[in-house]
């Protein structure tokens, strides 16, 4: 099992930054993937950005050239750095590991308002 804890949600202007970090403990050495999705109210849940063991990358058209996804050496922190936020980057945002299964955390809430 893997737990994933995300922290680091906030009310921000538009323009600003945030950086969401996601801590990974229980049995991360089978992960190969690590990603964030994020859902607003009344939509369906979608991917933001993924990052492989190899440092591949994978980002949803709506946020590249924005939002950076990164880990640290040992693997156990995905963190998402988030430029220029936008209204509509408003969500809940959630972090997922994946080695035959999916875990998710608890979402951290991201509110891109004036």
């Known amino acids: 099992q893997v737990q994933l804890v995300e922290s680091g949600g906030d009310l921000v202007q538009p323009g600003g930054s945030l950086r969401l970090s996601c801590a990974a403990s229980?049995?991360?050495?089978?992960?190969?993937?690590m990603g964030w999705y994020r859902q607003a109210p009344g939509n369906e849940r979608e991917l933001v950005a993924t990052?492989?063991?190899?440092?591949?990358?994978n980002y949803a058209d709506s946020v590249k050239g924005r939002f950076t996804i990164s880990t640290d050496n040992r693997w156990n922190t995905v963190y998402l750095q988030m430029n220029t936020l936008e209204p509509e980057d408003t969500a809940v945002y959630y972090c997922?590991?994946?080695?035959?299964?999916?875990?998710w955390g608890q979402g951290t809430q991201v509110t891109v308002s004036s």
């Open positions: 997922t590991a994946y080695d035959t299964q999916y875990y």
């Open positions: 990052i492989t063991r190899s440092d591949t990358t």
């Open positions: 229980g049995r991360i050495f089978p992960i190969w993937l």
